[in-house]
């Protein structure tokens, strides 16, 4: 059973910065595109960021490119979001997730996604 815990959330000043980090189990960890997503209060959730087994291909949503990075390591199961010039409007809930697709492309949809982390709060007050 895949189970991904992401950590690394709090509250930090607008133009600092935090890194999110998720930790997955119960699979080969290597294998599979790893997403981020947010959710915002009243809001749909978001594509973020997403990265293919490799690492070798990253994918962002216009707003964070430039200030956002993710990134893996495939020896410790984890992935990482890297945010930097925080602004409030990326007050949100961030999600990790992953798909049952070996070796896939990222993907930006959440409707590519299979499997889901509980959630970490970022707020970035105004």
């Known amino acids: 059973q895949v189970q991904l815990v992401e950590s690394g959330g709090g509250l930090v000043q607008a133009g600092g910065s935090l890194r999110l980090s998720c930790a997955a189990s119960g699979r080969t960890f290597s294998s599979y595109v790893m997403g981020w997503f947010r959710q915002a209060p009243g809001k749909e959730r978001e594509f973020v960021a997403a990265i293919n087994w490799s690492g070798g291909l990253t994918y962002y949503v216009d707003s964070v490119k430039g200030r956002f990075t993710i990134s893996r390591d495939n020896p410790k199961n984890m992935v990482y979001l890297q945010m930097n010039s925080l602004k409030p409007e990326d007050t949100a809930i961030y999600y990790c997730?992953?798909?049952?697709?070996?070796?896939?492309?990222?993907?930006?949809?959440?409707?590519?996604?299979?499997?889901w982390g509980q959630g970490t709060q970022v707020t970035v007050p105004s």
């Open positions: 997730a992953t798909n049952a697709i070996r070796f896939g492309a990222p993907l930006r949809v959440r409707e590519g996604y299979d499997y």
